[in-house]
């Protein structure tokens, strides 16, 4: 674990596996532009190392003992540190992706993604992006095709979308930006834009003008 890196990210690695730790730590400690300044084994303690170190970004584990990732993830937002979060798992559900996302994390990466792919997922996150991977992408596809199925009377539910998509999308229908959205809503710019990058995999659009117009024509 490396201090004081001069305009490198700073992150915190959370995960109940040592061994996982180490490997993270000794890749993102590799990057130039990277640096790992805190680590912790639960989601209790990740939340004192991230109210302790203040780092620009946390990878975050969902399966641990005690506190977990969701909850860990949550409580770090509430702080209001600036803090960003990104999920690093091996679960791809849509029940999990969907309360990560609601928590308040902004990208969602697995754990079996290429090591460069997790590197470019902590710049992304830090540059104010919210990185999915490709099966977390698919799983939100799969989630709105099933949200599909007759007898579904909200259009918003019938396209997969969470209630809380449903709401952000709805504001930016009316044309509000992603700080308005936060502002209305109580929750982080970043959040914001996570739940967009979610709600476009879902209804199958490319940026938000093409997803205001579906809400124009669906909600």
């Known amino acids: 674990m490396t201090e004081g890196g001069a305009g490198r990210v700073r ?3 959370v995960d109940d596996h040592a061994l996982v730790r180490s490997g993270l730590a000794q890749l993102l400690d590799g990057a130039e532009d990277l640096e790992v300044v805190g680590e912790a084994a639960d989601g209790a303690a990740a ?7 203040r780092p620009d970004v946390v990878v975050m584990d969902l399966q641990m003992p ?3 990732g969701v909850e860990a993830t949550r409580r770090i937002m509430a702080e209001g540190l600036g803090t960003e979060v990104v999920v690093l798992t091996s679960f791809s559900d849509g029940a999990r992706i969907e309360a990560a996302l609601d928590a308040g994390a902004v ?3 697995l754990k079996d993604a290429d090591p460069e792919e997790v590197l470019d997922g902590v710049r992304a996150v830090s540059r104010g992006e919210s990185p999915l991977h490709p099966k977390v ?3 939100l596809l799969a989630a709105r095709s099933a949200g599909g199925s007759a007898g579904l009377a909200d259009p918003g539910a019938r396209a997969g979308l969470t209630p809380r998509e449903a709401e952000v999308l709805g504001l930016v229908r ?10 209305r809503l109580g929750i982080s710019e970043r959040t914001v834009k996570a739940h967009l990058t979610s709600v476009f995999a ?3 659009v490319a940026d938000r003008t093409q997803a205001a117009l579906w809400a124009e024509r669906n909600l």
Not at 174 to 183: D, I, P, T, W
């Open 174 to 183: 009316e044309g509000l930006s992603n700080k308005q959205v936060a502002r």
């Open 107 to 109: 990208g969602y990466l």
């Open 47 to 53: 939340v004192e190392v991230v109210r302790e170190r």
């Open 11 to 13: 992150v915190v690695l």
């Open 202 to 204: 879902r209804i199958g």
């Open 137 to 139: 992408a698919r799983q």
């Open 66 to 68: 005690g506190v977990d």
